[in-house]
């Protein structure tokens, strides 16, 4: 279901928790980097083309084709129009905190892996090394062997997880980001795996 913001009397959007992308249009916009950029910076409240530019280190022309392609795909919208030294500025915000992708089933097959595999691109696009002892930026990845109703119940313990790191602190500390997934690697040797 998706939810529809509302502005506040401080141009702020009142933003759903989250939003199952379904459209293909939504699909193609989370397909770049650059617009996840934007969506993260968007995280921290609504901001400006000018403010994005300059906050994600890029061009004010490519950051405003990729606020469009948001928007039109229903991602961010405007939230604030004010005029500064003559022009009219207008900031944008997410429609949702959190931007859930569509269950496999409900994506076309040729499609599945690389959508599925698009928060993992992602966090590997934006992470930085660990910057010292106080950085608690870690990654691993573990591999181990179970029937499908334990790996389900793992999926749900990380969905809990996850919704907590998401609460997190407003206003307060830096930015991190949490990615996590569980998956069939493609080189198991699916005949050997159980059926459901």
Do not use: C
């Amino acid at each position: 279901m998706q939810r529809k913001p509302t502005a506040s009397a401080s141009g702020e959007a009142a933003a759903g928790n989250d939003l199952t992308v379904s459209s293909p249009e939504q699909l193609h916009a989370l397909g770049n980097s650059t617009r996840w950029r934007i969506l993260g910076r968007l995280m921290d409240g609504p901001a400006s083309i000018q403010e994005l530019a300059g906050a994600l280190g890029a061009a004010k022309g490519t950051i405003g084709h990729h606020v469009h392609v948001l928007e039109d795909a229903g991602l961010i919208r405007l939230v604030e129009r004010k005029r500064v030294r003559g022009v009219v500025e207008k900031r944008y915000a997410r429609v949702a905190r959190q931007f859930r992708l569509p269950d496999a089933d409900r994506v076309p097959a040729e499609s599945r892996q690389e959508i599925g595999t698009m928060p993992l691109r992602q966090a590997i696009a934006e992470a930085s090394p660990a910057s010292g002892q106080d950085d608690p930026s870690m990654s691993l990845v573990i591999r181990a062997r179970m029937p499908a109703e334990r790996a389900r119940r793992f999926a749900a313990m990380i969905e809990v997880l996850a919704a907590e790191f998401a609460d997190g602190a407003p206003g307060t500390g830096e930015t991190y980001g949490l990615v996590a997934g569980i998956y069939r690697p493609n080189w198991t040797d699916r005949a050997e795996e159980p059926t459901e």
